[in-house]
């Protein structure tokens, strides 16, 4: 089992945190066009083009090194070496910084679900709770998303993120997307390196996130999670879409 790094320091930023989004935001269209994207003179992604309509899943496939994590990356703002057209809600994204994709609605869930060890889960979810008063009226406080992940609840708000399992992590990540609420979630592996129950978890609440008309791009090796949320998946070879599968 592949375990996270976790880091020590504290949040410099909002644009440092696992954020993600919420289904009390309006949904909207992602729209890719042309995208490519650089590591050094290295070429990672070539020509990548698709559209994520209001309120639909589509999920991203391929080996690893096929480019999918690169792809999430430049479309939430953490690399930045890209030329083409990111655009969500009508907003142009391409070249921001993180912290700016976010707050216009775009939420990133890193893989091996990312958190900061020296923080508890209360203070990750005030945070969250914190950018998401500022996309929208209404959004959720700190109580209700305990409620809603009784997982945490369970382990206690006070316990530092470095104490919790692989799987906790993930769903404190997924909290926190629901608390920062976004209209367009991007997940990049989320049930890699978590034994098969917690990932189905995981994929519960992912699940809900679809029915309540969040907006999202998945990326997945394991295509049999993405079959109930999805009949599509984009496959990527080498920084390139090379067709679409059926999930």
């Not at 809900?208 to 496959?235: M, Y």
């Amino acid at each position: 089992m592949r375990v996270p790094m976790l880091s020590s320091r504290h949040p410099a930023s909002l644009a440092d945190l696992p954020i993600g989004g919420s289904p009390t935001a309006a949904p909207a269209a992602l729209v890719v066009e042309h995208l490519n994207a650089f590591y050094g003179p290295a070429q990672a992604l070539s020509d990548i083009s698709f559209t994520v309509e209001p309120g639909t899943v589509l999920g991203l496939v391929g080996q690893n090194g096929a480019g999918k994590t690169t792809l999430l990356r430049t479309i939430g703002g953490l690399h930045r070496r890209a030329s083409g057209r990111v655009e969500y809600a009508g907003a142009s994204l391409l070249g921001r910084r993180p912290d700016q994709v976010a707050v216009r609605g775009i939420g990133l869930v890193r893989d091996g679900g990312r958190v900061f060890e020296n923080l508890t889960i209360r203070e990750h979810l005030i945070i969250a709770t914190q950018l998401g008063r500022k996309r929208l009226q209404g959004s959720r406080d700190v109580d209700q998303l305990l409620e809603m992940f009784p997982v945490l609840a369970q382990r206690g708000a006070q316990t530092k993120a470095g104490y919790l399992s692989g799987g906790q992590r993930q769903l404190l990540c997924l909290a926190m997307a629901v608390g920062s609420a976004a209209g367009c979630l991007l997940l990049d592996e989320p049930s890699a390196g978590l034994a098969e129950s917690t990932a189905e978890e995981v994929f519960r609440i992912i699940r809900r996130f679809a029915d309540e008309g969040l907006t999202l791009l998945i990326a997945e090796q394991d295509v049999r999670w993405l079959s109930a949320l999805t009949g599509r998946a984009a496959e990527l070879e080498m920084g390139r879409i090379v067709g679409y599968v059926d999930t």
